[in-house]
T-cell receptor, first 114, second 118 residues
Framework: AQSVSQHNHHVILSEAASLELGCNYS??????LFWYVQYPGQHLQLLLK??????LVKGIKGFEDEFIKSKFSFNLRKPSVQWSDTAEYFC????????????FGGGTRVLVKP | GAVVSQHPSRVICKSGTSVKIECRSL??????MFWYRQFPKQSLMLMAT?????????EQGVEKDKFLINHASLTLSTLTVTSAHPEDSSFYIC??????????????FGEGSRLTVL
């Protein structure tokens, strides 16, 4: 079955540490890729998106993503996190054949300790 | 950016009653809205695609008669949980597509509505 999976459920790290969250999908066709963030008490917000072109994508707030097509993966990275990056992060895949339907990964809760 | 608002944010109801949740696109028109359900510590699961002026498209396993969706205008979609039971307790989130076609239309999410059925 087609699926989207995130490698970690919980990540705890200190400020200034580097963050990398992995996401894999199993769709065989062309896909659009997204990372969303949900800060405590807030709604989902788009962090970055990949449609085509350069596999290294820069998003907001210092986040970037690398799409590795051969491995069906796209990894979210931030070189130096801040306490305010504490949130839940979701990757999502939109197969082009599915219109605008998004399939989400299970989410990763990130806690940044001050 | 575009804003999507849901109401109510929290609702508690007795078993057997029906509950309506509204999803509004505040500063743009949305021909398509999506309804998701999120169980505790789990991801968002797409329930249905709401199309303005036509019937909603439900995902496999979602009961149409249980979760009634109406998209009467370009800025409002409603989800009605009929004859709610405790197992319907969940976090319901809507999203709306802004502009473009399937390749570029970005989705904006509401703040979610937490339903608790006693």
């Amino acid at each position: 079955a087609q699926s989207v999976s995130q490698h970690n459920h919980h990540v705890i790290l200190s400020e200034a540490a580097s963050l990398e969250l992995g996401c894999n999908y199993s769709y065989g066709g062309t896909v659009n890729l997204f990372w969303y963030v949900q800060y405590p008490g807030q709604h989902l917000q788009l962090l970055l998106k990949y449609f085509s072109g350069d596999p290294l994508v820069k998003g907001i707030k210092g986040f970037e993503d690398e799409f590795i097509k051969s491995k069906f993966s796209f990894n979210l990275r931030k070189p130096s996190v801040q306490w305010s990056d504490t949130a839940e992060y979701f990757c999502a895949v939109n197969p082009l054949a599915a219109g605008n339907k998004l399939t989400f990964g299970g989410g990763t809760r990130v806690l940044v300790k001050p | 950016g575009a804003v999507v608002s849901q109401h109510p944010s929290r609702v508690i109801c007795k078993s057997g009653t029906s509950v309506k949740i509204e999803c509004r696109s505040l500063d743009f028109q949305a021909t398509t809205m999506f309804w998701y359900r999120q169980f505790p510590k789990q991801s968002l699961m797409l329930m249905a695609t709401s199309n303005e002026g036509s019937k909603a498209t439900y995902e496999q396993g979602v009961e149409k008669d249980k979760f009634l969706i109406n998209h009467a205008s370009l800025t409002l979609s409603t989800l009605t949980v009929t004859s709610a039971h405790p197992e319907d307790s969940s976090f319901y989130i809507c999203s709306a597509r802004l502009g473009g076609g399937a390749l570029t239309g970005e989705l904006f999410f509401g703040e979610g509505s937490r339903l608790t059925v006693l």
